[in-house]
């Protein structure tokens, strides 16, 4: 939904800002999607008028204009030729700038000469101005436009003026018009709400609506209420200004005087219309035009207006006549019943339809139009007969015509009003606030509704105890259904912000945040987007499993069985039966974390025991866990490497980008030298001094033991200790101004020299304008001798404030290089 900002200043006053405007919307409920600033695109253009219009000397298409621009005369060449002496335009001055078109430059216009003779300035069509596409000619202006007046003045766009774009929920469809919005924030700032007055002759004289038109609804389910009225003798032409120019501000091309009309009524009141040639429709035996509200017939055919054929089904609602139909209910309307030019009587439909039924029928055909939209999430049935006459009065006024007296207003059931009751104290409770009756009646009155029975009470007035109250609901507002909507409203007009946290009812404890709780979800987060799936394991485990990772484990002094005996020191056992439930399923290809606590004994020695005495038996930590087997790509990947198994760089990789994203940064590894219990190769996990958890590969006479035949691979962070040394804190750099340079070397080591070895050289060597350093390929094999390996580096250089030239990257880049061959033995081969 778009509308303008003045548009809206039109029903009700109030001093917001655009952006201020826009957060109070928001507040209400009203997503601002975006704000577009107008006005300020036609600064410098003025409304003129023509005083002469000579022929140009050198230039037959040309003609020397005089004009007047409110402070003095000034000479114009024009190249139009649909003005005359007297008319007004717009004119822009020297040194100001057309609206800027969609894909170019704002043009600047100056003082110059065309063909000999100089011009101060330019007189603008539609198009130049971005108003229309209307290029043919100049944009001429009504009689009673001032000269010298600034022409976004002249547009209503005086001041600051701005095009509002709004998400509305479907369950607000009042809020789909501009009165609708209007009234929220007549709410809100306590202002009146300003209804257009609606007020015309109807001809006396000749024939009523009853007698020019009969209306039957043969479904009054799907159309409970259809009125219709007739306005005789319009001359069909371009829209006036003022209502093209609103039209576009929103969105919509201008059609037609009597076309424009029924969209700025929807736009106005949430109300669809459309409007019939009414000779067009046919007559019964009477000789009446009738119009009839019927179910199509399965597998008819009709054209709509953007001349597509539909074929249609007994579920979807036509208008039609006696012989036809002649419009798609409360979606489109059809080609063989539109308004031309040729039309001199028109008939204005206004009804309601069934939402379920108009949005199966826009959903079946494809067909999503501005009225489908607002008919589908529910119209007011109670705002039809007002529309119909709202669009009689703009049609009058812009086409001419004579209306017929009366209206066909078929409605066979009259809806009920909605009532509602409301208990004061309720209010208070669920909100949370100590709000006095007055208060919760003056706020639910300034939305529309009505006590039943007597007058809501201002605000101050003297409250008349806690009695429950009724309220009317108005038609519009067909999402307020119970009590709880009511308390709704009075929250939403009082304030979200202004109402106060506090423990829900029932709860224990104070209502404080956890830390650490969002930490362990951010966690979760990160890794289930590394491609993890998490797994949950028992807390208790088998003694056996306990021990292969931990000596002080903390038996159960009564456990039922020996399967559960001992509380888990650590959650890989329960991750290598989680792989094994997976693969014995035939699920082969597995990628598992967990996150829990273990517990183990505190090992005391020596002296220290004495004084520990009183320290707690068991020691309680949480801890994060990954286990991976199978194949690291899908099964429907191709290439080479799609049968490659999980390795222990997989598995490395998986915890530095976790441990990066997570905020701890710049962890090392130490390969253990000799097998352990658990693992055939493994690492301690380091930050600094500090050991943060193990990685490796499990034996496979182990893995065979739990059914698996495939390496697989584990690694267990402490958790606690990562939320002790985590830094959430992102420096964000600007992108470099300058070219980087690379250069990649390519050695062969000995087998024991390890990627950290390298670096560690790397940050000896100290190379000025050094980026990264990237390990991009490790190769074993031929022209390789045995016991050593092959190992890649990209080295990146870049220079903060200039370009670098290539003999101070070689420089650089020869201190690595030579660092190389020191600190690894490295034979080195550039690249």
Not at 34 to 41: A, I, N
């Amino acid at each position: 939904m778009k509308v303008t900002l003045n548009w809206l200043r039109q029903y009700v006053d109030f001093d917001f800002t655009p952006d201020q405007l826009a957060e109070r919307l928001t507040m209400l409920g009203m997503e601002v999607e975006s704000v577009q600033k107008l006005g300020g695109e036609l600064e410098g253009i003025v409304v003129a008028q023509v005083l002469s219009i000579d022929r140009h000397p050198n230039a037959d298409k040309l003609t020397v204009c005089r004009v007047a621009d409110g402070k003095g005369e000034r000479q114009i060449v024009c190249g139009a030729s649909n003005f005359k002496v007297g008319d007004k335009v717009p004119l822009i001055l020297p040194g100001y700038s057309l609206p800027a078109q969609p894909g170019e430059k704002p043009f600047t216009i100056k003082v110059g000469k065309i063909r000999g003779v100089e011009s101060y300035g330019m007189m603008c069509s539609p198009k130049e101005l971005g108003i229309s596409e209307d290029a043919a000619g100049l944009m001429i202006l009504p009689e009673n436009a001032r000269v010298g007046q600034p022409f976004a003045e002249f547009l209503g766009r005086a001041g600051s003026d701005a095009v509002f774009d709004l998400e509305i929920t479907p369950n607000r469809p009042d809020l789909n018009s501009v009165i609708g919005i209007a009234r929220e924030i007549a709410a809100i700032t306590g202002n009146p709400l300003r209804i257009p007055d609606v007020s015309f002759e109807e001809d006396q004289t000749g024939p009523a609506a009853s007698e020019l038109v009969a209306v039957r609804i043969e479904d009054a389910e799907l159309c409970p209420r259809y009125t219709a009225r007739v306005v005789l003798g319009v001359k069909v032409g371009p829209s006036p200004d003022w209502l093209r120019v609103r039209l576009e501000a929103v969105g919509l091309r201008s059609i037609s005087n009597v076309v424009d009309v029924t969209n700025y009524v929807m736009l106005e009141c949430g109300q669809p219309l459309h409007a019939f040639d009414y000779h067009l429709i046919a007559r019964n035996a009477a000789g009446v035009p009738t119009i009839v509200v019927r179910r199509a017939a399965a597998g008819e055919r009709f054209v709509t207006l953007d001349e597509q054929e539909r074929v249609l089904s007994e579920e979807m609602l036509l208008i039609a006549d006696e012989q036809k139909g002649i419009a798609l209910a409360g979606v489109m309307g059809g080609r063989n019943s539109e308004i031309n030019d040729q039309t001199v009587d028109v008939l204005i439909e206004s009804a309601y339809f069934k939402p379920t039924n108009i949005r199966r029928t826009s959903k079946r055909l494809g067909l999503r139009t501005d009225a489908s939209y607002r008919f589908e999430r529910g119209a007011d049935l109670g705002n039809t007969d007002w529309a119909s006459r709202r669009c009689a009065q703009l049609i009058l006024q812009t086409a001419g015509g004579r209306l017929a007296r009366g209206v066909v207003d078929a409605y066979p059931k009259p809806a009920t009003p909605v009532r509602i009751m409301l208990r004061h104290h309720k209010v208070n409770e669920l909100l949370g606030l100590e709000l006095k009756q007055e208060e919760i009646e003056y706020y639910l009155s300034q939305l529309g509704l009505k006590i039943e029975d007597h007058k809501p009470r201002p605000v101050g007035s003297p409250g008349s105890g806690l009695q429950p109250v009724t309220f009317l609901i108005p038609s519009f507002r067909v999402d307020l259904k119970r009590e709880t909507d009511l308390i709704e409203e009075v929250g939403r007009l009082h304030g979200v912000e202004k109402i106060p946290a506090s423990t829900p009812r029932g709860a224990r404890g104070a209502n404080e945040y956890d830390p650490v709780h969002d930490n362990l979800a951010e966690a979760r987060r990160i890794l289930a987007g590394l491609g993890l799936n998490e797994a949950q394991g028992q807390t208790l485990v088998s003694e056996d499993a306990a021990r292969l990772v931990c000596i002080e484990i903390v038996p159960l002094e009564n456990p039922l069985s020996a399967d559960m005996n001992v509380l888990r020191p650590s959650l890989l056992p329960g991750l290598l039966d989680s792989l094994r439930h997976n693969v014995s399923r035939k699920t082969e290809d597995v990628a598992l974390f967990e996150i829990g606590r273990v517990f183990t004994r505190p090992a005391f020695k020596g002296e220290n025991a004495a004084k520990d005495k009183n320290a707690p038996s068991v020691l309680e930590r949480r801890r994060v866990a990954m286990a991976l087997t199978g194949r690291r790509s899908s099964p429907f990947w191709t290439g080479e490497n799609r049968d490659a198994l999980y390795d222990l760089f997989d598995l490395k990789g998986i915890i530095e980008e976790f441990l990066d994203r997570y905020g701890v940064r710049g962890v090392s590894y130490a390969s253990r030298a000799n097998r352990t219990a658990l693992f055939v190769e493994s690492a301690t996990i380091h930050l600094g001094r500090i050991e943060l958890g193990q990685m490796g590969r499990v034996l496979p006479p182990l893995a065979e033991r739990y059914d698996i035949r495939q390496p697989v691979l584990l690694a267990e962070l402490d958790l606690d200790e990562l939320l002790r040394l985590r830094n959430t804190t992102r420096v964000f750099k600007p992108l470099p101004l300058f070219p980087s340079v690379r250069r990649d070397v390519a050695m062969i080591v000995a087998e024991s020299v390890t990627h950290d070895a390298v670096l560690a050289a790397v940050k000896q060597a100290k190379p000025p304008f050094l980026q990264s350093v990237e390990l991009f390929d490790v190769f074993r094999g031929k022209h390789v001798p045995p016991g050593h390996k092959s190992m890649a580096y990209a080295f990146t250089y870049r220079s903060p404030d200039r370009t670098l030239t290539d003999a101070e990257v070689n420089a650089a880049h020869q201190q690595v290089v030579n660092r190389f061959k020191e600190a690894v033995k490295a034979t080195v081969r550039e690249a």
